[in-house]
């Protein structure tokens, strides 16, 4: 009993001891390679959206420049996890792909509390984390941090600003999400009208996964608000905009809000979805005319003709764009911190995609939006690029 | 024999940091918090026959449960009691939401490093001890209740409830117990959880999580400890391996299941129990 008790504490004792140092070369590049991954929901409630940003999207842009020669000659190879929108699961994913696949850095994941589970792990470990698709500002103020989608608080300031400043309307109601999705953009919403000293006029929540919203649809009604702000996911948003044809409120303005603007989503509610008003964050992907569009749609024409071209392919195609800008910007000696250095250097710089993007140290690298209304299912712009400073 | 493995065991899992990546750590962390939900889980549903669906709603809100829900229920049998555990699940995330001055709702709770006394458990490895630790003390009390006179009334309400009463086991009181053990083993588990994460939402538990738990149990063995934790492992690495495959994994998980179903109805310890028989 004794002797392996004694046993045990040597074999623990020198195993405790003994613990090799840290290897100390930039991981992720050797000279003819750059690699960069994410966890990202390839299953789950955001699936569809996950799997265009990266593999159409991130996957696109790389396949074209790495045809084309690479970046600074190394071409540049992805890795990616399924995290199911499950933080833990992103937590796992992350930690292999910074330990085992040894990444650069991690580019496009996607959804809030699957960001967030990797946050400080990033930041602590020095590995960049780049353009997350989630508007929520908790990202804000990492150094090895830069956000992609256009912030909500920033969403709601340009909203608030166009619908009261250019459109003159006074009274506004909000039919939301009852999650933080939905939350992040009411006390938005109520911050900004506060600006303006207005406010709100009714506030009804949905349910998360809920299908009839026709009692608050009649309450809204009732409270008569010129404009009326929807924050949901694409079922009870269509379901929303169904209710109000059929009970033939027309006096509103029905406003989609966040990732509901897109006519993917809108389209769910036919011609119920005709007039809505929304915050576009990106140029038409099947009809601009912008030099970038169009090479991303001769890219997906080229590597995935059966994939129509879509705004989550092209947003995942964005941050592989601005990635390699940055990587050109870091030189042949590519590092962390070059790459973050290089980014922060952006200044007016041309994308062909959104209009020019300054990288300040507030690591925004996305900070505008434009008006759009949908006619005949698709969106005709009604403002140019509007901006939130 | 049992010794010299259970000194192997040992040695290896007080070694484990220093053998691998700390991403490893991680995962084993992982794989032990879950065998604890699923040793809990195992304590209602291998020895009493009752299923919860409800167990990741446990795991987000911690022991407090047991006395919010606990009484009531265990007075429904079988089905029902599966249906109101199912509820009860959907109930926590919603509370969880809405409570938003204590909860930061969806937005997510920073969780503080856990402390003891002087020290800060701020590296995987020093949480992974923490869990080891908590594990440990957690699968030898299991081990203990199974054997003794509690384990065997358990035991008889699982098998029959009618013989398990009309032999004087107080039905009622022994399920009630069952299933506050269960909350509590789930309960240790959540609170290991927000420190091994450090961020809680509750989209970390959702349904299909407590189906994850269900899954555990069956695939390690009703009714057996080391059971529980060996479903616990092969679920958790089976996910994470898998997450490679992106699209693929659920239809992988899925046919992988259907195949433990098929050529191991009773679990691995069940196979494990025929191996050895002598």
């Not at chain 1, 046993?7 to 930039?26: K, N, R, T, Y």
């Not at chain 1, 990266?54 to 842009?61: A, Q, S």
């Not at chain 1, 912030?151 to 709601?156: G, K, N, T, V």
């Not at chain 1, 070059?338 to 922060?344: N, Q, R």
């Amino acid at each position: 009993m004794k002797t392996w008790i004694a046993g045990l504490i040597v074999v623990v004792a020198a195993l405790g001891i003994a613990g090799a140092p840290f290897a100390a070369a930039e991981p992720g590049v050797t000279d003819a390679e750059i690699v960069l991954g994410c966890s990202n929901s390839f299953s789950g409630p955001l699936a569809f959206t996950g799997e265009q940003a990266t593999r159409f999207g991130v996957d696109l842009y790389f396949r074209a420049i790495n045809d084309a020669g690479g970046i600074n000659g190394r071409k540049v190879r992805t890795v990616y996890y399924d995290d199911g929108y499950k933080p833990q699961d992103a937590a796992a994913n992350t930690k292999k792909l910074v330990e085992q696949d040894k990444i650069f850095a991690v580019i496009a994941p996607q959804g809030t509390p699957p960001v967030v589970a990797t946050l400080d792990y990033l930041e602590e470990n020095k590995v960049p984390l780049l353009f997350p698709f989630q508007g929520s500002p908790v990202t804000r103020g990492k150094k090895y941090v830069f956000s992609g989608m256009t912030l909500y608080d920033r969403q709601s300031r340009m909203m608030i600003d166009y619908l009261v400043g250019e459109r003159k309307y006074k009274t506004f109601a909000v039919l939301y999400q009852d999650d933080e999705y939905g939350k992040a953009f009411l006390t938005a919403f109520e911050k900004d009208l506060g600006r303006h000293r207005l406010k709100l006029t009714a506030t009804e929540p949905v349910k998360r996964g809920a299908t009839d919203v026709s009692a608050q649809i009649a309450k809204l009604q009732a409270a008569k608000p010129q404009v009326t702000f929807l924050v949901l996911t694409p079922g009870p948003g269509a379901q929303a905009l169904k209710e109000r044809q059929k009970i033939g409120w027309t006096d509103t303005v029905m406003v989609s809000s966040g990732p509901l603007t897109d006519e993917r989503y809108l389209a769910l509610a036919a011609d119920a979805a005709e007039d809505v008003e929304g915050l576009s964050l990106w140029p038409d992907p099947l009809t601009s005319d912008l030099t970038g569009v169009r090479q991303y749609r001769e890219a997906m024409q080229k590597y995935f003709p059966k994939n129509e071209p879509n705004r989550y392919s092209l947003s995942g195609y964005f941050a592989a764009l601005l990635f390699a800008e940055g990587a050109k910007r870091a030189g042949k000696g590519l590092t962390r911190d070059g790459v973050i250095a290089g980014l922060e250097s952006i200044k007016g710089w041309e994308s062909g995609i959104l209009p020019p993007i300054t990288i300040g140290p507030d690591h925004e690298t996305q900070k505008q939006g434009f008006w759009v209304k949908v006619e005949k299912t698709r969106f005709k712009a009604l403002t140019d690029w509007l901006k939130s400073e | 024999m049992r010794r010299a493995a259970l000194v192997a065991l040992i040695v290896l899992a007080v070694a484990w940091p220093r053998l691998a990546s700390s991403y490893l750590v991680f995962l084993a962390s992982l794989v032990l918090v879950n065998a604890i939900v699923a040793i809990g889980l195992n304590l209602l549903s291998g020895y009493t026959h009752q299923l919860s669906f409800g167990h990741a709603g446990f795991l987000a809100i911690g022991a407090y449960t047991t006395a919010l829900l606990g009484l009531p229920c265990l007075r429904l049998e079988g089905l029902y009691l599966t249906m109101a555990t199912l509820a009860f699940g959907f109930v926590v995330t919603e509370a969880i939401l809405n409570l938003d001055a204590l909860t930061h709702g969806a937005d997510g709770l920073r969780v503080p490093a856990a402390r003891l006394g002087p020290w800060a458990l701020t590296t995987d490895a020093a949480r992974y001890y923490l869990v080891v630790a908590v594990a440990a003390l957690l699968v030898v009390a299991a081990l203990n209740l199974a054997r003794m006179r509690v384990g065997r009334a358990l035991l008889a309400i699982r098998e029959s409830e009618i013989a398990a009463q009309a032999s004087g086991v107080p039905v009622a009181t022994w399920k009630t117990l069952a299933f506050a053990l269960s909350a509590f083993y789930t309960g240790v588990a959540g609170g290991l959880f927000a420190w091994l994460i450090g961020t809680l939402s509750p989209d970390a538990f959702d349904v299909f999580l407590s189906v994850d738990f269900v899954v555990m149990i069956i695939v390690g063995g009703l009714g057996s400890v080391p059971g529980s934790i060996v479903g616990a492992a092969v679920v958790t690495l089976l996910n994470d391996v898998l997450a490679g495959f992106q699209n693929y994994r659920p239809l992988i998980f899925g046919s992988v299941l259907i195949g433990c179903m098929l050529f191991m109805p009773g679990g691995i310890a069940s196979v494990w129990r025929r191996q050895t028989a002598p």
